[in-house]
């Protein structure tokens, strides 16, 4: 079970994790969303567009069964106002027709955070690839439940927690100087008001002042 303890869903840029397959008998199936509650509509939206976009680019119903066929590509979801990151990938399967069931793993996010999806592609690559390689050999559906919820936990912490993608996470901090009684925190409760954006505003007070001649100048 994904633990619920340390990963603040309400924060996570991913909105939607869904693993899906090509049934012989039923086509585009999900095998795996999160959250669970999302509606079976929107889980076979994602299981169509994802499969039969992505299988469009490749060939591989011959029976030669290739670990290394894998390719991702962004996907919009208009729908639903929604875009995913999605990776293409076989698994084993010689009652499968060309021996291999075509899978995808999709990470969709709101469209206004579209942006996400395209500045982090390369490290999602990465984890998405390595993730896939855990289901070649064909797991049954139990084994499935079990590496999708360590996905989920994975990529959401990886999320949630990594303060170079995540906006959420991102603080700043700025020095703003000059003289004194120039208007400094004036200005800056300006800026507070009309656009609501700085936490707190800290004025500097009590500061020890001295001397230092250096090359016969005297900076204070």
């Known amino acids: 079970m994904i633990s ?6 309400h924060k996570s840029i991913i909105k939607i994790i869904q693993f899906s397959v090509f049934s012989d008998k039923l086509g585009p199936v999900s095998e795996y ?5 999302t509606s079976k509509e929107i889980q076979l939206n994602v299981a169509m567009k994802s499969i039969s976009l992505m299988m469009g680019e490749t060939v591989y119903q011959n029976g030669n069964y290739n670990d290394r066929l894998q390719s991702t590509g962004i996907i919009p979801f208009p729908d639903i106002n ?3 990151l999605s990776i293409f990938f076989l698994i084993k399967d010689e009652n499968a027709r060309g021996k291999a069931k075509a899978s995808t793993i999709s990470l ?5 955070d579209t942006d996400y ?3 982090n592609m390369k490290s ?8 896939a390689r855990k289901f070649e050999n064909n797991p049954n559906s139990e084994i499935i ?4 919820d360590d996905f989920v936990s994975n990529i959401l912490y990886y999320d949630i927690t990594d303060p170079l993608i995540n906006k959420y996470n991102k603080r700043y901090k700025f020095l703003f100087v000059g003289l004194d009684s120039v ?3 004036a200005f800056l409760n300006v800026l507070k008001d009309k656009y609501s954006e700085l936490m707190s505003l800290t004025p500097t007070k009590g500061v020890h002042r001295s001397e230092r001649k250096i090359f016969d100048t005297i900076l204070v």
Not at 124 to 131: A, D, P
Not at 145 to 148: K, Q, S, V
């Open 33 to 37: 969303c999160y959250p669970k509650e």
């Open 82 to 84: 929604m875009v995913g």
């Open 145 to 148: 439940e079990e590496l999708m």
């Open 117 to 119: 999806l395209f500045n």
């Open 183 to 185: 208007g400094k925190t």
């Open 124 to 131: 999602l690559k990465v984890i998405l690839m390595e993730w």
């Open 108 to 112: 969709l996010v709101e469209e206004n």
């Open 4 to 9: 619920e303890t340390f990963v603040p869903e």
